[in-house]
């Protein structure tokens, strides 16, 4: 399982997928707490966290906000199809959506629509703006379906390995 720069240079043991389960679970684990868990030392733990990290397998470790407690509990997927199939088109729509902060994912798909976006924001007001003022104006864009997220089942969910 060996990549170039920076990512997945050697293949992952018990001791590792058991590390990145826990911090998975919890980033915050102290290296003790987490030597202990998965029963090395500390030393050879920061060893591992390091290497994990240095690999590629860890890209990085932040705090996950309640969206509602700061007045962002409204989500929409929005399904964007564009005006061509080029890599021009891709290129110019994806350096554009890399910019707006309230798009937290944009995948390229297969199937009805070229994109899939998830849009977090305050309320239905919020959306009518943003549509009106922003996505309408992303480059190449020749529809966006809207879907509104009545109820979030399971989000941000653990990797499963």
Do not use: W
């Amino acid at each position: 399982m060996t990549k170039m720069k920076g990512s997945f240079t050697m293949p992952l043991d018990r001791i590792d997928k058991r590390m990145l389960q826990l911090l998975q679970k919890d980033g915050r684990l102290s290296n003790a707490e987490l030597a202990a868990k998965v029963n090395v030392s500390p030393a050879t733990c920061h060893r591992r966290t390091q290497r994990l990290f240095k690999d590629g397998h860890i890209q990085s470790v932040r705090a996950v906000i309640n969206p509602e407690a700061v007045g962002l509990g409204a989500i929409a997927m929005v399904g964007v199809v564009l005006d061509r199939s080029t890599p021009e088109s891709f290129a110019n729509f994806e350096a554009a959506i890399l910019d707006l902060p309230m798009i937290l994912d944009c995948h390229l798909v297969a199937g009805d629509f070229d994109y899939l976006l998830k849009i977090r924001m305050a309320d239905m007001a919020d959306f009518n703006r943003l549509h009106g003022e922003v996505l309408i104006a992303l480059p190449e864009v020749r529809q966006a379906r809207t879907f509104f997220v009545m109820k979030e089942v399971k989000d941000g969910a653990p990797l499963s390995f």
